[in-house]
């Protein structure tokens, strides 16, 4: 049986936040459940892009400090870490302008660049896994309630996926380029990383063509927290509107044992009113292809639905490479603005979720959009 915990937090207000985190927590026996005096404590936050918190991209600091001083009150002590999607250049810029900064500089917590890393084999395939990862005693997932084009939903298992530093997430990609394949990469990561407790700040998440910055801020006005990654995302996407099942990172999980991922199996603590989030505007196509239908139907329709990356508004491109950076396939060359190698492209949309400017947007074909599927 799965236990989730949810709250309603409207505002990133500190009182409001730290109130609200306090609440959510005491029903799973609070933090001192998971914390204990003299651990080291791995705060993983959704750091995608160096991107400030109003663009509702990454883990609003708010939300990471309250969780950060929770755990020290706790006895603990603090690293915050995470690698976004592509190359940074400067780590610091990362943590300044998602406001990371601030929270070390408040807290006294410790951030962990993840450029080192260790190896681990799983299911006959390689992983670079963050040392920090490793080294810390309790691991807290602490991500950002979103939509993803190509996973549907992106949440406490997928946030995990930052535990793969910088551009050796392409090495992933590269090998695990449609949804199912990389959805068992997503669950090996799981299983490597195991962490103790999620949180999720759902207060002002995305909808639409997340999880970077081309996807619609969208108020939630929750948190939740589990001590079951897998039970916590399958609330909050079912939520969404997601159907049982659709989230194959989900579904994977699940079926191995790392987490309860039967809706009828999880019990939701707290007022439950608060995951009436009302219509969410979920990527339509990726709902489609999850549907069982006939094989001979599937690959055309894979074909028409395939994503492509395009450039929105070249004028407002910065030339900064972290698109090519982060792509898988070289499919991105990079002259000023980038120009993209559909030959090449195989659709992850990496490059677009690394984009300070949410300048890359996915699209498809003319077929897909006479189909409606856009
Ligand atoms: S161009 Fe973009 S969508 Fe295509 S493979 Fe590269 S990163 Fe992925
Ligand atoms: S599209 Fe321009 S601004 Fe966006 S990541 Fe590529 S080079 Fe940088």
């Not at 490597?192 to 207060?203: E, F």
């Not at 910055?213 to 948190?223: F, S």
């Not at 979720?353 to 599927?373: F, K, N, T």
Request: proline share 9%; hydrophobic share 45%.
């Amino acid at each position: 049986m799965g236990v989730v915990s949810v709250v309603a937090c409207k505002t990133y207000d500190p009182g409001a936040v730290r109130g609200a985190l306090e609440a959510v927590l005491a029903p799973i026996g609070g933090m001192g459940r998971f914390v204990q005096p003299g651990m080291r404590v791995l705060v993983k936050p959704n750091l995608l892009a160096p991107l400030p918190p109003e663009r509702a991209v990454t883990t609003h600091p708010t939300v990471v400090r309250a969780v950060a001083e929770m755990v020290q009150e706790a006895g603990g002590e603090v690293w915050i870490g995470d690698s976004p999607a592509g190359p940074v250049g400067n780590p610091e810029s990362l943590w300044r302008r998602t406001g990371m900064t601030e929270v070390a500089a408040a807290t006294g917590a410790r951030l962990v660049p993840f450029d080192g890393v260790e190896w681990r084999r799983l299911r006959g395939q390689d992983y670079f896994i963050a040392r920090p990862v490793f080294a810390a005693d309790l691991v807290i997932t602490l991500p950002k309630l979103k939509t993803h084009t190509l996973t549907l939903y992106t949440g406490a298992v997928k946030n995990l996926f930052g535990a793969i530093p910088g551009t050796r997430k392409r090495e992933v990609h590269y090998r695990a380029p449609a949804v199912p394949e990389f959805s068992q990469a997503l669950a090996d990561v799981l299983d490597l990383v195991r962490p103790g407790l999620a949180i999720m700040d759902g207060v002002i998440g995305q909808e639409g063509n997340g999880p970077g910055a081309g996807g619609t801020p969208r108020v939630y006005g929750c948190l939740a927290a589990s001590a079951d990654p897998v039970a916590l995302d399958t609330v909050l996407s079912r939520a969404m509107g997601c159907r049982p099942g659709e989230v194959l990172h989900l579904r994977e999980a699940a079926a191995r044992g790392l987490g309860v991922g039967d809706p009828e199996a999880i019990e939701v603590l707290g007022d439950q009113r608060v995951l009436n989030f009302g219509p969410v505007r979920l990527p339509v196509i990726q709902r489609l292809l999850r549907m069982p239908l006939p094989g001979w139907l599937t690959t055309p329709l894979r074909r028409v639905a395939r994503l492509r990356p395009r450039l929105t508004a070249p004028a407002d491109c910065v030339g900064c490479g972290h698109c090519a950076g982060a792509c898988p396939r070289g499919a991105v060359i990079l002259n000023r603005t980038p120009r993209f190698r559909l030959d090449r492209c195989v659709g992850c949309m990496c490059c677009a979720e690394v984009c300070p400017q949410g300048v890359i947007a996915p699209y498809r074909g003319r077929l897909a959009r006479l189909l409606g599927l856009e």
